[in-house]
T-cell receptor, first 113, second 113 residues
């Protein structure tokens, strides 16, 4: 069964550094999402992306964040200058557009020191 | 504003007994409701959803959930719990014109042998 994959599984970075988190969606999926889960807290929506444009973004998704689909397969989340409070598990999710279920990847655990 | 409440942080149940994990929601318009399960160090795995139709929906691993519009609830149930069902369960809602998922805070299910 096709799955959403994410790399890396873990990343440790210094505050102020840039990080890029990568997601490979299920092949026929057209809608892409990033969510994050700070340790011990609930899963929060960051951004949705369709047809090479951001569809919706949350208040969390400020100018330090960006998303793109550079090569038609990977879907990336970039944090330009990481802060301590960016430490979280980041989940990619994808959707076909013909049904309503978002399928999640295994997540990238980001630790900012 | 859209929201999801999972009133129990933890539910404990003996193996073989029925289990219920509670969820209530608030959303404008008709809700799309979902249950996801998260095993340790894993991503979010889709269990079941309610979009329209029968109020009782069946999902993976013997789980089911009942949509109750008057009580704005979508409780997750299983007739006979297994130790392997022990995990973190998230209720999520999608509503209005947005396709983002709003998650509850999660309920940890512990099934004792």
């Amino acid at each position: 069964e096709p799955e959403v994959t994410q790399t890396p599984s873990h990343q440790v970075t210094q505050m102020g550094q840039e990080v890029i988190l990568r997601c490979v969606p299920i092949s026929n999926h057209l809608y892409f999402y990033w969510y994050r889960q700070i340790l011990g807290q609930k899963v929060e929506f960051l951004v949705s992306f369709y047809n090479n444009e951001i569809s919706e973004k949350s208040e969390i998704f400020d100018d330090q964040f960006s998303v793109e689909r550079p090569d038609g397969s990977n879907f990336t989340l970039k944090i330009r200058s990481t802060k301590l409070e960016d430490s979280a598990m980041y989940f990619c999710a994808t959707l076909t557009g013909r049904e309503e279920t978002q399928y999640f990847g295994p997540g990238t655990r980001l630790l900012v020191l | 504003a859209q929201s999801v409440a999972q009133p129990e942080d933890q539910v404990n149940v003996a193996e073989g007994n029925p289990l219920t994990v509670k969820c209530t929601y608030s959303v404008s318009g008709n809700p799309y409701l979902f249950w996801y399960v998260q095993y340790p160090n894993r991503g979010l795995q889709f269990l079941l959803k309610y979009i329209t139709g029968d109020n009782l929906v069946k999902g993976s691993y013997g789980f089911e959930a009942e949509f109750n519009k008057s009580q704005t609830s979508f409780h997750l149930k299983k007739p006979s719990a297994l130790v392997s069902d022990s995990a973190l369960y998230f209720c999520a809602v999608r509503g209005g014109r947005s396709d983002k998922l709003i998650f509850g805070t999660g309920t940890r299910l512990q099934v004792f042998p």
